[in-house]
């Protein structure tokens, strides 16, 4: 069964329960603030937003790539508005136009200027690029679907939270038709089972 589509204003509950994402309280009713799918249990009830650019987060694991270099760091994109600068000073090694990282938002200051920390250098590999929202489903709780892309299609897999998946592998064609299943179908239950299905049936 689908789960339910939303607009901003919807009624979600007149129950007590505990708020969470892209949800608000209004004369003991609760609502929601985003276009999304409801995620609901008796005690808890949330929005899972269908649209939305990156918003950084601390503690979020990102994946950045350079994409300018100046004497002492580099510039890095990172599907977000504006840009990461990373000094080279932190790094173990240069990095070149095109360099890919994974790394944790350590600190965001009043500026909006993010400082990283727990930074990888990625080899050299490939980008698929979607909506952050998706994420979570790219991933599948206790990383069902993550495990399901790599041992079916014998992938080195990295997934950031900003909407950026770096990848290796030995048959990136069905990979990318696996990832594009997900991101086509996030709002629908039962997806794991679909997608594992998909994938042993054309797993050749």
Not at 94 to 100: D, N, P, Q, R
């Amino acid at each position: 069964m689908d789960k339910k589509i939303v607009i901003p204003g919807d009624l979600l509950s007149i129950e007590k329960k505990k708020l969470g994402q892209n949800t608000y309280l209004e004369d003991g009713k609760i609502y929601s603030s985003v276009i999304g799918l409801v995620s609901e249990n008796p005690e808890y009830i949330s929005v899972i937003a269908l649209n939305g650019s990156y918003t950084s987060t601390i503690g979020d694991g990102i994946i950045a790539v350079v994409k300018s270099e100046i004497v002492n760091g580099y510039f890095l994109d990172f599907n977000s508005p504006g840009e990461i600068y990373l000094q080279k000073s932190v790094l173990s090694k240069e990095l070149k136009l095109g360099s890919v990282i994974f790394a944790r938002i350590k600190n965001i200051n009043e500026s909006n200027s993010i400082e990283l920390d727990n930074i990888n250098v990625l080899p050299q590999g490939y980008i698929y690029s979607t909506s952050p929202v998706k994420v979570p489903r790219l991933i599948g709780k206790n990383d069902s679907m993550l495990n399901l892309f790599k041992i079916y299609t014998e992938s080195s897999i990295v997934i950031g939270k900003n909407g950026w998946v770096w990848y290796i592998s030995k048959k990136p064609l069905l990979l990318e038709k696996a990832l594009n299943l997900v991101v086509n179908n996030s709002q629908k239950s039962n997806l794991t089972n679909t997608v594992k299905a998909y994938l042993e049936k054309n797993n050749s």
